[in-house]
């Protein structure tokens, strides 16, 4: 292969590189929450892992983190540590965190033995996935977070692994 065949080569790859990643960003990107998102969020009531009923209306007229997860994704299992730590450092702030298990109670019970956090668990199941959905995540992919201020706007949404610092920048005021 000559110079100018390589040139041409690396220009032809690296523009089908940049297209891909565009379309990846493209069809993952949170789309617009359904206008009554919030409102169906907080009139569910999931069981917690310990079995009793867990309503979320409860979190309404604070600020939230909602978090869906599940014990068989990597990121998610990787980022609880990170959530737990925002929330241990700012529910004196008024900040609440609710993980939304998308997986099965006793997956979730058992994670949380090697895993424990300090935030309460919602186990959806896989109907929690249509709930995501209509917060945006049209892809269902996990982990998806979402930040809700105190007046039940959404301020915040992420498709992947957040990390402790991120979530920082979402809650801190910029000057």
Same mark, same amino acid.
């Given at each position: 292969? /000559?110079?100018?065949?390589?040139? !041409?080569?690396?220009?032809?790859?690296?523009?089908? =590189?940049? =297209?891909?990643?565009?379309? =990846?960003?493209?069809?993952?990107?949170?789309?617009?929450?359904?206008?009554?998102?919030?409102?169906? *969020?907080?009139?569910? !009531?999931? $069981?917690?892992?310990?079995?009793?009923?867990?309503?979320?209306?409860?979190?309404?007229?604070?600020?939230?983190?909602? /978090?869906?997860?599940? %014990?068989?994704?990597?990121?998610?299992? @990787?980022?609880?540590?990170?959530?737990?730590?925002?929330?241990?450092?700012?529910? /004196?702030?008024?900040?609440?965190?609710?993980?939304?298990?998308?997986? +099965?109670?006793?997956?979730? +019970?058992?994670?949380?033995?090697?895993?424990?956090?300090?935030?309460?668990?919602?186990?959806?199941?896989?109907?929690?996935?249509? *709930?995501? @959905?209509? &917060?945006? /995540?049209? !892809?269902?992919? &996990?982990?998806?977070?979402?930040?809700?201020?105190?007046?039940?706007?959404?301020?915040?949404?992420?498709?992947? $692994?957040?990390?402790?610092?991120?979530?920082?920048?979402?809650? %801190?005021?910029?000057?």
């Amino acid at each position: 292969m /000559n110079r100018r065949q390589f040139i !041409t080569a690396a220009a032809v790859g690296s523009a089908a =590189a940049l =297209a891909g990643a565009a379309l =990846a960003w493209w069809r993952l990107r949170p789309a617009p929450p359904a206008s009554d998102a919030v409102a169906q *969020l907080l009139n569910q !009531t999931f $069981e917690t892992p310990e079995g009793s009923a867990l309503a979320l209306r409860q979190f309404a007229g604070r600020p939230l983190l909602v /978090n869906f997860w599940a %014990t068989w994704c990597p990121p998610c299992v @990787k980022e609880m540590p990170e959530l737990d730590r925002f929330f241990r450092t700012h529910r /004196n702030q008024g900040w609440q965190v609710l993980g939304v298990a998308i997986d +099965r109670p006793d997956a979730v +019970r058992d994670f949380l033995v090697r895993v424990p956090v300090s935030f309460p668990i919602a186990i959806a199941g896989f109907a929690g996935t249509e *709930l995501g @959905k209509t &917060l945006g /995540n049209t !892809t269902g992919a &996990l982990p998806f977070t979402v930040a809700l201020n105190a007046a039940g706007e959404i301020t915040h949404r992420k498709l992947g $692994e957040t990390s402790y610092d991120e979530l920082l920048e979402w809650v %801190t005021p910029r000057a």
